[in-house]
């Protein structure tokens, strides 16, 4: 069995020896132009060893991968809202999520390009384990998982956002998923920057990012597991040899009894503290009964208008997506509570249109234009159909244990 594992890993070793060499695409002969997008050599350091889903929009991937928070780091009950879901157990050790991180701008950069500043552990010169600030990097990408082996993942492009939480176009800037920097349009003055970056009472300065990291396991970690794998199966293995077989059974035997306990308690824990009577409701609203109001935008010709639209419609609003599926559009949300009629969300939205008003859905295409763009908004509500309201105590909690309902 020793030999065998030892044969696997040499194996694995040697296949991604050769992949990290071939060609990247047809046309290239040499093996070494074997590049990331982000123009480095494949290496398995670098290869993700876990399964990303891959869905088209942020509703599908919220549903799936983030779930409601229940309480705050302080233990107080929160009102549900897209600032109280945090990733599932399923995905938690594969999946970070940023929720309008704060990022920093790169020194010498003029304030053009940013970064979320994280902790890395590295082994310095004399091989001592050392702790420094770098950049959360490897973001996870529209293009890196496809839906259904074809489209683009659009539900992973990042949305940033100005420090007092207003979504900033992203007409305005690119964003490298893989190095984790942000650079605004060269097009894209200085004092616009410092009107998104600095704060209406000038106390706080930053860039915001909401977007999804990877944080699992990348092929190099299986080799090391792998392994530590064989040493503890010889081990193992030789303590085997030393227990007999009534020993063994009675282990066996004791082992599946407390597994199942495991289990058991596991799935009472996840159906005591989910909230599955909390539905989703959706509301379909365009541009032509929005208010609107009109701003011009800098562009190389002085041809190109920012239009934006507000509306305000009932129920608390997480999500607004445009139904042309369009990853350009982006929506800022904003919440009031009325004890009479419950949540109000408001909407405003940021389009580009051209000097005939038509809008310009894709700001880099702009020979495509449209006399209007339909949205589709995600409402939070009970599976009874009612407005959810604003949890005060601990008792709906414990209602929600007991009896598996609602807010």
């Not at 970690?221 to 030789?238: M, Q």
Request: aromatic letters at 10%; charged letters at 30%.
């Amino acid at each position: 069995m020793i030999n065998e594992l030892n044969k696997k890993y040499n194996d694995v070793q040697t296949l991604l020896h050769k992949f990290s060499l071939s060609p990247a695409i047809a046309e290239e002969t040499e093996l070494t132009n074997a590049t990331l997008k982000s123009g480095h050599t494949v290496s398995y350091n670098e290869v993700r060893a876990e399964q990303i889903p891959a869905y088209k929009n942020k509703v599908e991937l919220y549903d799936t991968i983030l779930q409601y928070r229940s309480k705050d780091d302080n233990g107080n009950i929160i009102t549900p809202s897209i600032d109280s879901l945090e990733v599932t157990t399923t995905w938690k050790d594969t999946i970070k999520f940023y929720n309008k991180e704060l990022m920093n701008p790169i020194p010498d950069k003029s304030g053009y390009s940013w970064y979320i500043p994280t902790k890395k552990k590295f082994i310095d010169d004399d091989n001592n384990e050392v702790e420094l600030e770098t950049y959360a990097n490897d973001f996870i990408s529209p293009t890196d998982v496809l839906v259904g082996g074809k489209d683009l993942s659009k539900a992973y492009t990042v949305e940033i956002y100005d420090i007092d939480g207003k979504i900033i176009s992203p007409i305005y800037y690119t964003f490298d998923y893989y190095n984790g920097i942000l650079t605004f349009n060269p097009d894209v003055t200085k004092k616009q920057i410092n009107k998104w970056a600095v704060s209406a009472n000038k106390a706080e300065i930053g860039i915001k990012l909401t977007g999804f990291k990877y944080i699992g396991k990348y092929v190099n970690n299986y080799f090391k597991d792998l392994e530590e794998s064989i040493t503890e199966v010889k081990n193992y293995a030789d303590e085997l040899l030393k227990t007999t077989y009534n020993e063994l059974s009675d282990m066996i035997s004791i082992a599946k009894s407390e597994l199942n306990s495991l289990i058991t308690m596991n799935k009472e824990l996840i159906a005591a503290v989910q909230l599955e009577s909390l539905a989703i409701d959706k509301v379909k609203f365009d541009t032509t009964n929005m208010k609107s109001s009109d701003s011009f935008f800098e562009d190389e010709f002085n041809q190109t208008l920012v239009k934006t639209y507000k509306c305000e419609i009932s129920g608390y609003c997480w999500d607004v997506r445009a139904l042309d599926n369009s990853d350009i559009i982006l929506a800022d949300i904003s919440h009031e509570y009325d004890d009479n009629v419950g949540w109000k969300s408001k909407i405003e939205i940021q389009v580009a249109v051209n000097k005939e008003g038509k809008i310009i859905p894709d700001y880099q295409n702009k020979d495509i234009t449209f006399e209007k763009l339909e949205f589709e908004a995600s409402i939070f509500t009970k599976v009874s159909g009612e407005s959810i309201g604003i949890i005060k105590s601990t008792e709906i909690l414990e209602d929600l244990k007991k009896n598996k309902k609602g807010i």
